[in-house]
């Protein structure tokens, strides 16, 4: 399940995220938060015919997890990419301010289009650009019905997550300590569909 706010140009995805470590076989859970482009599309069929909407190449994501090994709401494992190449996002960037207060920075790179970390702003789309500070507030509140703490159990994080199925099954595949994966914990994403 996953949430999108649509602007003209760009978008904010938010969903629940499920992922294990590929060095250790850890796994993290949370709110994960992109801010997407849309891109346009040539006008199909009359006036009143719907339009083609496709959320796609990602600028910036969030990722506000704990490990599943620590207490829930430690925010231990919660970093952000500042930037993508095509589709594969930059290194893991650590703020303390995110783990401390992840709602607050959220809100700020949200209101800041991206530079309240230091980074550069995002290449949003001037209208869009002007808008997306509003809706700070409205991201914070649909990112926190996707927190670590709301996902209490295996089947309740694989039913956020279940439509990433294939995403989890090849982490699972490239483990480098396959022996240390929690295949109870595991189970729901090891099922074939």
């Known amino acids: 399940m996953q949430h999108i706010l649509a602007l003209s140009r760009s978008a904010v995805t ?21 801010i997407r482009e849309l891109p346009r599309h040539p006008h199909r069929g009359t006036e009143s015919a719907s339009q083609l909407t496709t959320v796609d190449r990602p600028l910036w994501r969030a990722d506000l997890f704990d490990r599943l090994a620590d207490p829930p709401g430690s925010f231990s494992a919660a970093h952000y990419h500042p930037r993508f190449t095509g589709t594969e996002p930059s290194a893991r960037f650590w703020d303390a301010a995110l783990s ?26 001037p209208g869009d650009a002007a808008e997306l500070p509003g809706l700070a507030n409205a991201v914070v509140a649909t990112a926190q019905q996707f927190a670590p703490a709301e996902c209490r159990s295996a089947a309740e994080c694989f039913r956020l997550t279940r439509d990433v199925q294939e995403a989890v099954q090849l982490m699972i595949a490239t483990l480098r300590a396959p022996e240390r994966l929690d295949r109870d914990r595991t189970a729901p994403w090891l099922a074939r569909s």
């Open 14 to 34: 938010i969903r629940h995220w499920f992922e294990i470590n590929l060095d250790d076989a850890s796994m993290e859970h949370g709110a994960r938060i992109e």
């Open 100 to 125: 401390s207060d992840p709602w607050t920075w959220l809100g700020d790179q949200i209101t800041s289009l991206g530079a309240a970390a230091g980074g550069a702003r995002w290449p949003l789309d």
